[in-house]
Nanobody, 119 residues
Framework: QVQLVESGGDLVQPGGSLRLSCVASGSIASIRIMNWYRQAPGKERELVATITSGGTTNYADSVRDRFTISRDNAKNTVYLQMNSLKPEDTAVYYC?????????????WGQGTQVTVSS
């Protein structure tokens, strides 16, 4: 059984930084793409950043040049470094990954971690 667990969410002032982590655990054979999504109150969940197993990244326009996604394949972990945070970055941030385990390739979600940007 595969689990994704996020951590690192917090209350931070505008202009501040946070680093989110997401660890995948279980009977994992391989992980392809890993993503960070976010959902603000009253809004739909949106894709924030993506990283492939080879390290190719992509970002939403709203976070490009402020956020950096990275991964440690040996640790089955994906990170999201968030700098120059703005109040509009306030949301629950979710990790999502395409994983091969004892079942065929499937997408899994974490439970989310709250990021609040406020003075």
């Amino acid at each position: 059984q595969v689990q994704l667990v996020e951590s690192g969410g917090d209350l931070v002032q505008p202009g501040g930084s946070l680093r989110l982590s997401c660890v995948a655990s279980g009977s994992i054979a391989s992980i392809r793409i890993m993503n960070w999504y976010r959902q603000a109150p009253g809004k739909e969940r949106e894709l924030v950043a993506t990283i492939t197993s080879g390290g190719t990244t992509n970002y939403a326009d709203s976070v490009r040049d402020r956020f950096t996604i990275s991964r440690d394949n040996a640790k089955n972990t994906v990170y999201l470094q968030m700098n120059s945070l703005k109040p509009e970055d306030t949301a629950v941030y979710y990790c999502n990954a395409n994983i091969l385990s004892t079942v065929p390739w499937a997408y899994y979600w974490g439970q989310g971690t709250q990021v609040t940007v406020s003075s």
